[in-house]
């Protein structure tokens, strides 16, 4: 385990927990020994008690918001370093340009024909993201490409009998 997936586990671990602390707590206060004990209702406890519950809410919404704030994906779409065009058609990827410098890149993607898939692989051949590409609609997909390198286009959608040999390709420099 790496250190976010650490954090990960604790704070999910930490929720469950208070989720089942606050359900033990609620069950306790609405179960029928504490009733039967016939005691008048006490408003004032009961206000006392909403009360905290409502600012417990809150607390929780807040610490939530603070703590995915900065990981909302917007904040990283005005980041890109450069964009880079990429057209699909029976039976190839045209890429411009063909050498774009390492960095966030904004990759806007569309199709002449039929459906294609737009699989991006780095150059030790692992596959580092893909998307749909849907004919006339430009689809934006960004991606962080730091290792310079020849980097792979493979169409990953069974497109017609050209299928298999829809590769692109293109350069990222330093
Ligand atoms: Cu294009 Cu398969």
């Given at each position: 385990m790496n250190g976010t997936q650490i954090v990960i586990t604790v704070l999910y671990s930490a929720v469950t927990l208070i989720g089942i602390v606050g359900l033990i707590a609620v069950l306790r206060t609405t179960s029928r020994s504490s009733r039967a004990k016939g005691r008048e209702a006490n408003i004032e406890k009961l206000h006392k008690g909403e009360n905290w519950w409502a600012l417990m809410s809150l607390a929780i919404v807040v610490v939530l918001f603070v703590a995915t704030f900065f990981g909302i994906p917007w904040m990283n779409?005005?980041?890109?370093d450069s964009t880079a065009t990429v057209r699909a058609l029976q039976f190839a990827f045209i890429i411009q340009p063909a050498q774009i410098p390492a960095g966030t890149v904004d990759f806007k993607v569309k199709s002449d024909d039929v459906s294609h898939g737009f699989g991006l692989y780095a150059?030790?051949?692992?596959?580092?993201k893909q998307i749909q590409i849907i004919p006339d609609v430009e689809s934006t997909m960004t991606v962080k490409l730091d290792t310079p390198g020849t980097y792979k286009i493979l169409c990953l959608e069974f497109c017609g009998v050209g299928h298999h040999n829809m590769v692109g390709q293109f350069e990222v420099t330093k």
């Open positions: 779409r005005a980041q890109a150059p030790d051949g692992k596959l580092v």
